[in-house]
């Protein structure tokens, strides 16, 4: 019998218990709570540092206060601890990117952002959502974290939708799907301007409908968005943790757990080097996934006559090819 699928149709939770006990499935727990993701900086002198951050909260109006934490053992404690002032950058949905820059210790972060400076020399990201410019209003211990209460200075808003982060992963916000043709078709009907265009909304219902139904034949083959994700990548060849995280877009803690869950079931070792490469098994598993895939694509497209097909891929990627960079 298939736990996942077992599970999936049970009303008890998938995991539960005390956080000490097993702390990957508390953080997975928490990580059902989804957040947007913001770069946090500080600079004085020569000194910048900065670090993605999704434990960003708002806490009053007024007085205007924001609070966010910060790992003991991060090495740009002390800067923001010294200096007094920081600069949040809310990070809008095309950088995740940035957010990869910022959330691991790499060199010369700056050097490989646009960036301004801000009243306190703080730096302001460019293509961020929002910035925020606060003094640091107190520091309060919080276990393994310090959390740091700020006021807000100065804010700025820009155009833009969010990046998200939930379930170790990045997303997008998109309308809830049985929102989304609803409200288009309505504003269509009342003859009203909407926002979005019926077409447009359409194509984003359907990615989320189409995802929802695969998901089932994924649990099937006791597969998730994540252990998928890096079949997929290994299938291409051995690579190191760090070029998965980048590659399948996971963060560090999803990453971990699905690398342990694969290779507790086998599908997964890593040689020598510290590289990642599938086993057989999961050269097997990663293959029915594939054809799954397939089977699944041949299923759903039944009874759909060539020529509407024809079309459809051909303003899809029309769609696509006018994507560019500024959204
Ligand atoms: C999406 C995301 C959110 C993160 N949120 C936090 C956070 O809220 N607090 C924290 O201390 N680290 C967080 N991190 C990890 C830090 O960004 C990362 O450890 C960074 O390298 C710390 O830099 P430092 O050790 O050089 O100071 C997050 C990372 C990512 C990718």
Redesign the pocket.
């Known amino acids: 019998m298939n736990q996942a699928i077992d599970l999936m149709h049970s009303p008890g939770p998938v995991e539960e218990g005390k956080p000490a006990d097993d702390f990957r499935a508390f953080r997975r727990a928490l990580g059902q709570f989804a957040?947007g993701?913001?770069?946090?900086a500080t600079s004085a002198g020569d000194e910048i540092?900065?670090?993605?951050?999704?434990?960003?909260s708002t806490v009053s109006l007024e007085p205007p206060l924001v609070l966010?934490?910060?790992?003991k053992?991060?090495?740009?404690?002390p800067?923001f601890l010294n200096n007094g002032h920081f600069s949040i950058n809310v990070l809008g949905e095309n950088q995740m990117e940035i957010?990869?820059l910022?959330?691991?210790?790499?060199p010369d972060q700056f050097g490989q952002a646009k960036w301004n400076v801000g009243s306190h020399g703080d730096p302001l990201l460019e293509g961020a959502i929002a910035h925020f410019e606060c003094v640091t209003e107190s520091v309060i211990d919080g276990g393994d974290?310090h959390i740091l209460v700020g006021r807000v200075e100065r804010f700025a808003r820009f155009d833009g939708a969010p990046l998200l982060?939930a379930q170790g992963q990045?997303g997008v916000p998109v309308a809830h799907p049985d929102a989304i043709p609803a409200s288009a078709s309505a504003s269509v009907k009342d003859g009203q301007e909407s926002e979005e265009s019926l077409f447009l909304s359409l194509v984003k219902a359907t990615d989320q409908h189409m995802s929802a139904l695969f998901q089932e034949h994924r649990q099937e083959l006791g597969v998730t968005v994540a252990t998928g994700r890096i079949l997929n990548r290994l299938s291409q060849g051995p690579c190191a943790a760090d070029t998965l995280e980048l590659e399948t877009f996971l963060?560090?803690s999803a990453l971990e757990d699905a690398l342990t869950e694969l290779a507790q079931k086998g599908q997964v070792v890593q040689l020598p080097d510290g590289e990642w490469d599938l086993t057989d098994n999961g050269r097997e598993v990663r293959g029915a996934l594939r054809r799954s895939a397939e089977q699944f694509t041949i299923e759903q497209l039944r009874g759909i006559p060539a020529t509407d097909l024809a079309t459809a891929e051909r303003v899809l990627g029309t769609l696509l090819g006018r994507g560019g960079t500024d959204r």
């Open positions: 957040t993701v913001t770069v946090i540092v900065g670090m993605a951050a999704n434990s960003f966010w934490s910060i790992r053992e991060s090495k740009s404690l800067a957010s990869g910022f959330g691991r210790p790499q974290h982060f990045y963060g560090e």
